[in-house]
């Protein structure tokens, strides 16, 4: 599986952006899907998951009721809608897969990672 995550920008803080994540092969409807961030300095940290029907979805506290995950297997694509920006959600996203199938806050459990999409949310 081959991901490549689009949609970052400069925002201002209150803004929203919307992340998108393209999957190549016809095996995107049996992935886990997960979004990381990762800012200068800190670690990738978790932000949300969804589980390969989409009928399972996982968030970090810091995100819950801002970040929304969604995916459409018909066009395989996952989706990352982020409303009311804070200047603390500045990083790097990355969109990953995990062939487990289940909506996983864990890092170590996703095989295949796209390059990343910087979002900088202005203050």
């Known amino acids: 599986v081959q991901l490549q995550a689009s949609g970052g920008g400069l925002v201002q803080a209150g803004g929203s952006l919307r992340l998108s994540c393209a999957a190549s092969?016809?095996?995107?409807?049996?992935?886990?899907m997960g979004w990381f961030r990762q800012a200068p300095g800190k670690e990738r940290e978790f932000v949300a998951a969804?589980?390969?029907?989409?009928?399972?979805?996982s968030y970090a506290d810091s995100v819950k009721g801002r970040f929304t995950i969604s995916r459409d297997n018909a066009k395989n694509t996952v989706y990352l809608q982020m409303n009311s920006l804070k200047p603390e959600d500045t990083a790097v996203y990355y969109c990953?897969?995990?062939?487990?199938?289940?909506?996983?806050?864990?890092?170590?459990?996703?095989?295949?990672w796209g390059q990343g999409t910087l979002v900088t949310v202005s203050s």
């Open positions: 990953a897969a995990d062939q487990r199938g289940w909506a996983t806050s864990n890092v170590r459990e996703y095989d295949y």
């Open positions: 092969g016809r095996t995107f409807r049996n992935y886990a």
């Open positions: 969804i589980s390969w029907s989409g009928g399972s979805t």
